[in-house]
């Protein structure tokens, strides 16, 4: 089995489905096709600045794919195929696509992902590090710009420290053990801020999002 992240950026405009939708609606072609398995979708914000033309607050979209090797392809093809049909035709999308047994610098994506939250980069900048490291990255029209965020989206997926997921798991709000928050099976643990992992009997304060 081989592991894979896939980053799409910059699909939509003000009044069209968001990149977020046209992520999901990857992930279900994949698996409506038996190509593999993928994880929920997490939103990687970025660098927010006047010179960085975006939609609304320029963010990333990311998922793990689980697949075969011969599927590899054509997953990136279906991706394609949903980009060119779903994205907006005044958007800008980008694509990244990166099988993880692949022989790159891991280190250096997820410094250009981190860095991409605080700086602004060129597209040439992003293809030059895409074809040092090996990862597939392409652009779907437009200026092709959302290929900057596309490959920082699956940097600081890697980085396995960043983002939220799309949507939220539905919890009332009040009080909870950890124990009964985690008999929800889309949850796996609870963390303090610091990373230290609640036992059961923990109470967790549960408001707003």
Same mark, same amino acid.
């Given at each position: ?18 990149? *977020? ?18 994880? $929920?979708?997490?939103?990687?914000? #970025? ?33 394609? %195929? ?28 997820? $410094?250009?992902?981190?860095?991409? +939250?605080?700086?602004?980069?060129? +597209?040439?900048?992003?293809?030059? #590090? ?10 779907? *029209? ?8 596309? #490959?920082?989206? !699956? =940097?600081? $997926? #890697? =980085? *396995?420290?960043? *983002? ?6 539905? !919890? ?5 053990? !950890? ?11 609870? %963390? ?8 059961? +009997?923990?109470? !967790? ?5």
């Amino acid at each position: 089995m081989s592991r894979l992240f896939m980053a799409i950026d910059d699909t939509d405009d003000l009044d069209s489905k968001g990149t *977020g939708d046209i992520a999901q609606e990857i992930i279900d072609a994949i698996h409506q096709e038996n190509l593999g398995a993928c994880s $929920r979708i997490t939103r990687h914000q #970025l660098y927010v600045h006047k010179d960085i033309p975006y939609t609304s607050h320029n963010s990333a979209m990311c998922f793990e794919i689980q697949a075969d090797l011969q599927a590899v392809d054509p997953i990136r093809k279906l991706a394609e %195929r949903v980009l060119s049909s779903e994205s907006s035709q005044e958007a800008d999308p980008g694509l990244c696509l990166y099988r993880v047994s692949e022989l790159t610098d891991e280190e250096a994506i997820m $410094r250009y992902g981190l860095l991409a +939250k605080q700086q602004i980069f060129t +597209k040439d900048y992003a293809y030059c #590090l895409a074809e040092q490291q090996g990862i597939f990255l392409k652009e779907y *029209g437009g200026t092709g710009i959302g290929v900057i965020g596309a #490959l920082a989206g !699956v =940097g600081l $997926r #890697l =980085g *396995g420290n960043d *983002g939220r997921f799309k949507g939220r798991v539905e !919890v009332e709000e009040g009080i909870w053990s !950890v124990e009964s928050l985690i008999a929800n099976e889309e949850i796996d643990c609870v %963390r303090m801020t610091t990373g230290t992992k609640l036992g059961c +009997k923990d109470q !967790v304060r549960v408001s707003g999002k």
